[in-house]
């Protein structure tokens, strides 16, 4: 095992309890644990009642998982926030210059920074967009960025999500919660509140409306009732107070989107997707896609219809092009980089994959278009028979795979069958980009319940903890 | 509002008076097979109650006999029988599922927790505290779920469409119920003779819908046949009649009003004055089972008029 030391969150390496643990860590041992144990019982009950679920639907519904919730929460001091946020502003300001910059004039593969053909070979790269405006220059209006921390507390940048990230409804069910089962955690701790997120979301949405229309119609597209994260296109929509529609519902006219309702057709200024690119457009992408919208595509290149996340952010947090994030801020933002990067091998030059095949035991190897934790060797983890399996993959397509040292993802101890342990957590904060960025003092906090397991996704046994940032 | 949602609210409104409705006809045709009588005699109430729930072919396929064991079976825990209590609750949940952001957290929450409930059912359960506690029950969530829905949802379209569907549904569901009960009379004015002293049937279908003390204190008198139709078709004060269903489609109706439906309100508004001025020995005198095939057949096409003019999506 290449790794020895873990940053704990609650406790330093001397054993003493860290100064923003210690109300909780206080209130935790003078707790009766036939309370403690009552109080998670109930959070199941009404996680189940509230319908909280994600994950896939057989053939039978109702079937649907709960995440796994822990009651001790991931907490944050101010301070700490404070540099956290400037970093992930940065970072997301950068990203937007970038896809604006490659969809347009491309100056910074001119300047030779990135090669050309990792952007435009990209199949994340969609060239409908080439030439395009999007109001504000704003692509990715909703950021879901995931940070880990190391060995020694520093933050890392794991992956930019910028696509359709999904977890916040978990990060306002979680507070909604904790506020319910200990309201006392939250008279002795001042909280930053995280409840005003939808609010924020709609205010984003507004102000990325179309040129010219004043009071815009927003909605959330949603792939049906049978995506895994219908629960949170339904919260987000419910919050918002606008409707959730499937493709559908929606159709073309005159480049005008417009939705079918009881009184007839009314039309659409605003469309937060929760569909992923290749099915937006039967027309221009999946022509078997019956979740899209014929024509969506040209009534947005009209500039008729805004589309959030843009169509083509993909091309900007795929795993190929992140190790690049750095210079993109210096680049655009003429700034150097508040957070770390991952170092990353990339597989496709063959001294990286030297390395990377030199070294599989002590690293992280993913497939550049792989999501969700699936895909992936974990290699301190892995057997023998699974590295080897991992080798042969990697000699046959090397431009498949990018690698990274194993970090030391940080721990906090959690509620397990045994009692309480550590286990390995990230945090995703959500970036919201309009007319301003915006961000809510927190995040989702993703646990990884398996003993020694790195692995946080909810699609390989991940819970979630409520994300706690103290106000100074 | 969506033509999707509406549609979705309607057919969640609808399912869930489905499954009230179906475990009232069971209850009353169970308690009604425990009267003393013979096994031929059980045989033909269950037939009869499966024909006219248009459920005897699915019924046949699975089953030579008609016992009550299996008919109930059937009819609350089969998961192939469209018209089971399972999949009633099911579809129930699975409607709501799919608009639960245009519901209160209360109201989705009630039929979630009713559909999980439902799914940890047995037919052990159910033998363990007799079906009547389980009919009881499925009772017990419809009126929680309509209170919440009451208590809870903005007055505005989408409660509208919510409305409509429980009350559609209960019209045909009580003309169903009517129709149980005389299956075995012979079309004519003698119906009314029929089996009049019969005081146990009448009471099991009176308190199938209700409606046993509603009778005592409308009427002050001994039960009839005649009466009870009068009470279950024609007052407009009896929450599950006719008429009063009618008359919430039709309000319900006109308050969603769109540039097509004028036709559709003008159809339902019929019914429903035929049923406010109409009188019980003159429905009698053309046949009262063939008064509510009709009756049926009316609601069945008012329901294709409100899919058409509201429900399903059709472009610009």
Redesign the interface.
């Known amino acids: 095992m290449a790794i020895t030391k873990f940053f704990n969150e609650m406790t330093a390496d001397d054993g003493s309890v860290r100064a923003h643990y210690a109300g909780y860590a206080a209130w935790l041992s003078e707790t009766p644990a036939d309370r403690i144990a009552r109080k998670r019982a109930e959070a199941d009950s009404l996680f ?4 909280i679920t994600f994950a896939v639907y057989g053939e039978e ?2 079937t649907e998982r709960l995440i796994p919730f822990d009651i001790i929460p991931r907490i944050i001091p101010a301070k700490e926030w404070k540099d956290l946020e400037a970093g992930l502003r940065q970072r997301v300001k950068a990203l937007n210059s970038f896809i604006h910059d490659i969809y347009h004039d491309q100056e910074i593969l001119k300047a030779g920074h990135i090669p050309a053909e990792q952007v435009l070979n990209n199949a994340q790269y969609r060239p409908e967009m080439q030439g395009v405006n999007v109001p504000c220059d704003i692509y990715a209006a909703i950021a879901g960025v995931d940070v880990v921390r190391a060995g020694a507390g520093e933050f890392y940048v794991l992956e930019d999500n910028l696509r359709v990230p999904s977890g916040v409804s978990y990060m306002l069910e979680d507070r909604r919660m904790m506020m319910r089962l200990f309201p006392e955690l939250f008279a002795r701790h001042r909280v930053a509140p995280v409840e005003h997120y939808p609010d924020m979301l709609l205010h984003t949405l507004r102000s990325l409306a179309p040129v010219g229309v004043t009071d815009p119609t927003v909605v959330v597209l949603t792939p ?2 049978y995506n895994s994260a ?1 629960f949170e ?3 987000l ?2 919050q918002m107070g606008v ?4 493709g ?2 929606l ?1 073309v ?1 005159d480049d005008q989107v ?8 009314r039309r659409v200024d605003v469309i937060y997707r929760r569909v992923d690119d290749d099915f937006l457009d039967p027309k221009y992408f999946r022509k078997d896609s019956m979740l899209g919208v014929p024509g969506l595509l040209d009534a947005y290149r009209a500039g008729r219809v805004t589309v959030s996340n843009a169509i083509g952010t993909g091309v900007a947090d795929d795993k190929s092009i992140y190790p690049y994030v750095p210079e993109m801020i210096r680049f655009y933002l003429g700034e150097e980089p508040i957070l770390n990067n991952v170092p990353t091998y990339m597989c496709r030059k063959p001294e990286d994959l030297a390395y990377t095949l030199a070294h599989l035991p002590e690293l992280v190897v993913k497939e550049v278009h792989g999501a969700g934790g699936y895909g992936m060797l974990v290699g301190p983890a892995s057997t023998k028979e699974q590295i080897e399996t991992f080798r042969k993959y990697l000699i046959a397509n090397p431009e498949k795979y990018i690698a990274q040292p194993t970090l030391a993802l940080s721990n906090c101890p959690t509620f397990v069958e045994s009692g309480v342990a550590p286990r390995h957590l990230d945090l995703r904060p959500f970036v919201l980009s309009g007319t301003e960025v915006q961000m809510v003092p927190g995040g989702l906090t993703r646990v990884a319940l398996r003993e020694g397991s790195l692995v946080v996704n909810s699609s390989q046994g991940g819970g979630t903890k409520d994300t706690w940032v103290l106000e100074a | ?6 549609d979705h609210l309607f057919w969640m409104a609808r399912y869930m008076e489905r499954a009230e409705n179906t475990a009232r006809i069971l209850d009353v045709t169970y308690r009604l097979s425990l009267l003393p009588q013979n096994g031929e005699e059980v045989e033909a109430m269950w037939s009869g109650m499966l024909k006219i729930m248009e459920l005897q072919d699915a019924y046949l396929a699975k089953h030579r006999a008609y016992s009550t064991d299996a008919v109930l079976q059937f009819m609350i825990f089969d998961r192939d029988n469209p018209g089971s209590i399972y999949r009633c609750l ?1 579809a129930t ?2 409607n709501a ?6 519901l209160t ?1 209360e109201l ?2 009630t039929s ?2 009713t ?2 409930k439902m ?1 940890d059912f047995t037919v052990a359960k159910l033998l363990e505290s007799g079906p009547g506690a389980f009919f009881e029950w499925v009772k017990y969530r419809s009126h929680l779920s309509r209170g919440v829905t009451i208590g809870t949802m903005l007055q505005d ?1 989408a409660l509208r ?1 919510i409305r409509l569907g429980t009350f559609l549904e209960r019209a045909d569901n009580t003309a169903r119920i009517l129709e149980v009960k005389y299956l075995n009379l012979l079309p004519g004015a003698d119906e009314e003779q029929a089996h009049a002293t019969d005081y146990y049937q009448w009471s099991a279908l009176l308190q199938s819908v209700s409606a046993f003390e509603v009778y005592r204190k409308v009427y002050r008198d001994q039960i009839t046949p005649l009466r009870v139709a009068e009470l279950l078709v024609l007052r407009a004060d009896m929450p599950r009649s006719l008429a009063r269903s009618m008359k919430e489609v039709y309000s319900n109706l006109t308050r ?1 009003s ?2 097509r439906s004028a036709e559709t309100e003008r159809l339902a508004g019929e019914l429903e004055s035929h049923l406010r001025f109409g009188r019980i020995d003159s429905i009698f005198e053309g046949g009262f089972r063939k008064y509510l095939e009709d009756f049926r057949d009316r609601i069945f096409d008012l329901g294709c008029r409100i899919s058409d003019d ?2 399903i ?4």
């Open positions: 189940h009642r509230y319908g519904s109702g049906g009732a219908y296109h339904a919260f929509a419910q409707e959730l529609v499937e559908q519902d159709f006219s417009f939705m079918r309702t009881t009184q007839g057709p | 509002m969506l033509s999707r949602t509406a099911r949940r699975e599922h799919a608009v639960r952001g245009t957290s989705w929450e979630n927790e559909w999980l799914r379209e469409f969603v769109n540039a509201f429900l999506p059709t472009s610009s």
